[in-house]
């Protein structure tokens, strides 16, 4: 069974940093594109960014708002997606998904910008 | 970015009555390499989403044949045959065709 755990949310201020992690399970995580998806407080989903697999060039893309601030990477030998998100701005606070390129989800990991 | 549009936002229906629910893109899905990178999503109240169709009309594993895709270029349909308690929520569409993939608004289905 494919399973996909968050964490690393939390409370932050505007202008912070934060990384979320994302431990996957049950499926050969190297061969996998992986991406992370968020949705603000009671709003739609937004994607954020995906990393293809190091067969694939193991390249990243980025949607424009986070663009810059984001940055996505893997460690295969750890079966671990990170989200490094800096210069946080308030509408960037949501649940954080990671998801593998669609098909299966993680419960998510709420992060919040506030002063 | 490609917009995605659903119609209706909001869709009460009666238990055992069909639903359906339409997208439509601000740019054809059809890709390069021929297929159309349209998928339908299903998200519970309080829950992560789930994909239920994948390429327009290929439904994910485990999703029940009441649910049907359709559709082509840039107008495109979830059909639920029946709608059942367990089938509340939003519905989002989305298209991984053009970078970034991006959602519709969804629609939230409700029992009249």
């Known amino acids: 069974e494919v399973q996909l755990v968050e964490s690393g949310g939390g409370l932050v201020k505007p202008g912070g940093s934060l990384r979320l992690s994302c431990a996957g399970s049950?499926?050969?995580?190297?061969?996998?594109?992986m991406s992370w998806v968020r949705q603000a407080p009671g709003k739609g989903l937004e994607w954020v960014g995906r990393?293809?697999?190091?067969?694939?060039?193991?390249?990243?893309d980025y949607a424009a708002p986070v663009e810059g601030r984001f940055t996505i990477s893997r460690d295969d030998s750890k079966t671990t997606l990170y989200l490094q998100m800096n210069s946080l701005k308030t509408e960037d606070t949501a649940l954080y998904y990671c998801?593998?390129?669609?098909?299966?989800w993680g419960q998510g990991t709420l992060v919040t910008v506030s002063s | 970015d490609v917009v995605m549009t659903q119609s209706p936002l909001s869709l009460p229906v009666t238990l055992g009555q069909p639903a359906s629910i339409s997208c439509r893109s601000s740019q054809s899905l059809l890709y390069s390499d021929g297929n159309t990178y349209l998928n339908w999503f299903q998200q519970r109240p309080g829950q992560s989403p789930r994909r239920l169709i994948y390429k327009v009309s290929n439904r994910d594993s485990g999703v029940p044949d009441k649910f049907t895709g359709s559709g082509s270029g840039t107008d495109f349909t979830l059909k639920i045959s029946r709608v059942e308690a367990e089938d509340v929520g939003v519905y989002y569409c989305m298209q991984g065709t053009h970078w970034p993939p991006t959602f519709g608004q969804g629609t939230k289905v409700e029992i009249k």
């Open positions: 990393i293809k697999s190091k067969t694939d060039g193991g390249t990243t």
């Open positions: 049950g499926f050969t995580f190297s061969n996998a594109w």
């Open positions: 998801t593998t390129d669609g098909r299966d």
